[in-house]
Structure formats: C-alpha cells, structure tokens
C-alpha cells in the first residue's frame, strides 16, 4: 500500500475559543484541531481569548452570542439558526476568519463536526474514516447555515432497531 502526500499550506494559524468556554465549546475547538491535524499533518495552535487576535489568519470556534463572534456579525450576515449553527468564512482587515458557531454549546460542537466533514471526514457507528492523503486546506468559502428539521430537536441516530424492515 502507497500513501500518497499532497503539498499543502493552510490559511489558519490559530483556532480561538472564548475565556471560560464551556466543556462544549472547548471540546469543538479542540476537534476542529484534531481533525485538521488528522487532513493536513500540522497541530494548529489552539488559545483561549477574550477578543480576536489583532493579525493572523483565525477560525473561531464559539457559540453565536459570543462577543468574537458579534463583532463580525456585520460581516456573517445574521445569525445561527434556532437549535442549530453556521460555518462561514469571513475577511476582517485584510485576513480571512473561519467562524464556527451554533446557537448554544452542543449545536457548537455539531458545527465543529460538520466542518469535519466538509474537510473530507466521515463518521459511521464503528467509528470516524479519515482519508489517507493528506490535503491543501482553506479556510475560505465556507457559507453553511444548518439547523434540524420542524419538530426534530434531537439529532443522532438509532442503532437499535427492532422492526423488521431493518435499519
């Protein structure tokens, strides 16, 4: 078996969470992390902040009613959905920003784990599938805005399935 490495350079140098995060929000920054180092072979730096950093390429990962995340609201164009979360790519001052952000901690980790998928991770019952070649990432282009269907608050899945028909 061959793996293959593609050259890459990412745009994000820092993942920015807020001070005194909840468990939640701390675990979807360090995931957004994990699975980025899991694409591209490079462990972002991680930090905790009260404000953006002044310089530098950011992907924030924080619940919409954080003050990082209202300072560009102008620039997000709204904000997350009732019981859901947007993943967006912004320019502040000449530098560009991925925000991750859900109308409360949960549906912040579910944004976390959607931007893995966009990034090329897979999650079944037996576990998560990383591709083997690594990749050139951006943190450009993303403009997604999820939220669940009427009446289904609660997301996952069933794996136990007692009618014939199966899963």
């Known amino acids: ?28 920054a ?11 072979d490079q462990l972002l730096q991680i930090q905790e902040a009260s404000s953006l950093p002044p310089s530098g390429d950011v992907i924030l990962v924080a619940n919409d009613a954080n003050a ?4 560009l609201r102008n620039k997000i164009g709204g904000t ?20 991750i952000a859900g109308a409360s901690d949960i549906e912040t980790l579910y944004g976390a784990y959607r931007y893995a998928h966009l990034i090329g991770c897979r999650f079944y019952l037996h576990g998560d599938v990383i591709p083997d070649t690594k990749t050139t990432l951006s943190i450009t282009g993303f403009d997604e805005k999820s939220m669940p269907l009427d009446g289904l608050n609660l997301r996952g899945i069933q794996p136990y399935h007692n009618f014939p028909e199966g899963p």
Do not use: H, W
């Open 1 to 28: 078996t061959c793996l293959m490495f593609v050259s890459f350079n990412i745009d994000a140098q820092t993942i920015v969470y807020p001070q005194n995060a909840s468990d939640n929000q701390l675990l979807a």
């Open 30 to 40: 360090k995931e957004v992390r994990r699975y980025i180092y899991l694409r591209i």
């Open 68 to 71: 990082m995340v209202d300072s």
């Open 80 to 99: 997350a959905p009732a019981n859901g979360y947007f993943v967006k790519s912004v320019t502040d001052n000449g530098r560009n920003v991925l925000v």
